[in-house]
């Protein structure tokens, strides 16, 4: 099962995100849950370098992907990292719906 871990601020705002295991939905190479979560993720790093222009903080590894915003995140790039942020939670969470064997999304806050 694919478990994603999403980590938010005591507000709601996004703090950073971990994708980890396999769905075994099907087959490697076959596997269209794993595929799909890994299109979200790799996508979502590159609206973050192309569209916001930030270099975000990501590992990625076989079964783990890890991703959060830089130290200092721009003030004129933070509305649109924001909004390519949440599409990749909404996007996991939808799969989630559809494939609940196979991947689980969480969400926890921050505790300073």
Known sequence: MIEVTITR???????????????KYAGFGEDIVCAGASALAETSVLGLEKVAGIKPVVVSKSGCF???????????????????????????????????????????????
Do not use: N
């Open 9 to 23: 601020s005591l507000t709601g705002q996004f703090s950073g995100l971990k994708i980890r295991g396999h769905a």
């Open 66 to 112: 890890s991703l959060k915003f830089p130290d200092k995140l721009p003030e004129e790039s933070s509305d649109k990292a924001v909004s390519i942020v949440e599409t990749l939670c909404l996007g996991l969470e939808d799969m989630a719906k559809s494939y609940p064997s196979h991947i689980r999304v969480k969400t926890i806050k921050e505790v300073l």
